[in-house]
């Protein structure tokens, strides 16, 4: 069983200050795709990596894909409090049709 | 707006009962995703359809089924409802389906509370 385990749980940080998220798991995946959920809304897919050591930036946010294809991080500077939210990686592999979703980050931007 | 829709937004049910949820994917998509998000375990994937068949299966529970529709509709089935059931299910649909870099786009979610 492919498991992917997001650290940290919890985040709470000022406005303005930089961030980063990890996705880690002891098995290799073909592509990563990271998702932000609202409260009481269904994940929106922010990006996907499917190349190892990949750098992709979203305005703020960049996204790394590690050289193995095992882990993955994401970065945001200077948060704003519109990046509060829930941020699942999730990890899928060619030929298989499911993706291994991570436990999450909760992060809360402070104004 | 993802383009996927999900209904009920809101279900309140009793034990031993069962209920229907519902899931229209993003037009052209022709996979059909279904998930359980409690506040425990996470996103837990349950079921896939491809085009009317069934594709993939994960943690689904015997008392739950789904099928899909030929107009690619899906349809979620929970039977014998019990208070762990109690859960916000997410359809999520995509264009095709045994991709490793399979973008799946999500409902909505239909809350479900048994009480």
């Known amino acids: 069983t492919q498991l992917l385990e997001q650290s940290p749980q919890f985040l709470s940080i000022q406005e303005g200050e930089n961030l980063t998220v990890y996705c880690n798991s002891s098995?290799?995946?073909?592509?990563l795709q990271w998702y932000r959920q609202e409260p009481g809304e269904g994940p929106v897919l922010l990006v996907t990596?499917?190349?190892?050591?990949e750098v992709k930036k979203l305005k703020r946010l960049t996204f790394q894909f590690g050289d193995a294809r095992k882990d993955s991080s994401l970065h945001i500077t200077a948060a704003q409090p519109g990046d509060t939210g829930l941020y699942l990686c999730a990890g899928g592999n060619f030929g298989n049709e499911k993706l291994t979703f991570g436990t999450g980050t909760r992060l809360t931007i402070i104004p | 707006d993802s383009g996927v829709t999900q209904t009920p937004k809101h279900l309140i049910t009793a034990t031993g009962q069962r209920v229907t949820l519902r899931c229209s994917p993003r037009?052209?998509?022709?996979?059909v995703y279904w998930y359980q998000q409690s506040l425990d375990q996470g996103l837990q994937f349950l079921i896939q359809y491809y085009n009317g068949e069934e594709r993939a299966k994960g943690n689904i529970l015997e008392r739950f089924s789904a099928q899909q529709f030929p107009d690619l509709h899906s349809e979620l089935n929970l039977s014998s409802l019990e208070l762990g059931d109690s859960a916000l299910y997410f359809c999520a649909s995509s264009v095709v389906g045994g991709r490793g870099d399979n973008e799946q786009f999500f409902g909505p979610g239909t809350r479900l509370t048994v009480l």
């Open positions: 098995s290799v995946f073909s592509s």
């Open positions: 037009s052209g998509d022709l996979s």
């Open positions: 990596v499917v190349t190892g050591g």
